[in-house]
């Protein structure tokens, strides 16, 4: 088997977090030239941008000296470059690291921030603050938790590390808990734990359950309920990690979680300044035993579901 070549160090730094773009070349193709080749891929840059780069000597090579225009196409060849990123609505909510030392750092991650760079949310995410305000540019996610749900991060500090942490979650040996709100239903027998099997398709976007081997097992406990507003808080404790697994379960046992915009009904979206409302969800605590170091870890949330805590708020927001 052909080992793949690995790619020289980035020569750019980081912007705001936010690496540059690293693009491999084709073996095969038939652009006489490197921006040929840029503008023929990046078809979303917009007219005219690719060339702009290079003439402002954007596009560099591993030796970071900038790429002629006319630099003929050699396939293997890694170039770099920094994407020019559209505005992103700030999310107006503070990061909390509850933990640092020299191989993790442990994040509390308010709603509305998602965790790593993708798709419109770049810059604004979870990875790109703490890369930024602590200093540490080669700082990895080793698991990650949706854009919408609050709570606990474990990142890698050092990147010859990272495999080891996510292998913690990979192997299931997590101890993962989670806290939700939802409407209170007497009739639902609790605590129980709900197993299935869960498809999650590439452009849709809610998961669904479906008939199978169950790959997806959630924990759900009630912890205390309130008759003035008929609502409840859950404990749910995932022995799994499939996408949307805790949404997809509550969901299913028709308690959904309130303010998620997908389950039961995929909800009209909202204004990208539109922070009300947010989804019930806290990923409350992590713990366990560090790969590297042997230690035991034990780590809570500080945060708190404002259906909760501030239903008045939660309702006239």
């Given amino acids: 088997m052909r080992r793949r070549t690995q790619p020289p160090p980035a020569p750019l730094p980081q912007r705001r977090g936010v690496d540059p773009v690293r693009v491999r070349l084709p073996e095969q193709g038939a652009w006489a030239t490197v921006r040929d080749h840029l503008v023929a ?52 909510f503070p990061v909390e ?4 030392d020299e191989h993790i ?20 995410t979870l990875l790109a603050r703490l890369r930024h305000d602590l200093g540490l540019p080669a700082l990895g996610a080793a698991h990650r938790l949706d854009r919408l749900t609050a709570g606990l991060v474990l990142f890698t500090v050092r990147p010859e590390e990272r495999g ?13 808990e989670y806290e939700a709100v939802a409407r209170h239903d007497p009739a639902l027998e609790l605590p129980r734990t709900v197993r299935s099997r869960i498809l999650k398709e590439r452009g849709v ?34 022995a799994t990690g499939q996408t949307h697994q805790l949404r997809v379960h509550l969901n299913a046992l028709g308690i959904p979680i309130l303010g998620d915009p997908l389950y039961p009904e995929i909800a009209p979206a909202t204004a ?28 809570t949330s500080g945060r708190t579901l404002q259906a909760w805590t501030s239903p008045e708020e939660w309702s006239g927001t």
């Fill in 205 to 238: 976007l809610a998961a669904r359950e479906v008939p199978g081997e169950p790959n997806a097992v959630t924990r759900v406990e009630i912890t205390e309920h309130r008759e003035s507003d008929g609502l409840a808080r859950y404990r749910l404790l995932p």
């Fill in 164 to 176: 080891a942490y996510q292998g913690l979650f990979r192997d299931r040996r997590v101890h993962k």
């Fill in 41 to 92: 891929r990046l078809t979303g840059a917009g007219p005219g941008m690719v060339e702009a780069m290079f003439d402002a000597g954007a596009v560099v090579g591993a030796d970071g000296l900038p790429v002629a225009p006319d630099a003929p196409y050699r396939p293997g060849m890694f170039v770099w470059f920094h994407r020019e990123l559209p505005p992103e609505v700030p999310v107006p």
């Fill in 272 to 299: 990208p300044g539109d922070f009300r409302h947010p989804l019930q969800l806290l990923a409350r605590g992590l713990a366990f035993t560090d790969p590297v170091t042997g230690a035991p870890h034990s780590f």
């Fill in 97 to 100: 690291v509850v933990y640092r």
């Fill in 105 to 124: 750092v442990v994040a509390d991650k308010p709603h509305f921030l998602a965790t790593t760079p993708r798709g419109s949310h770049v810059s604004e």
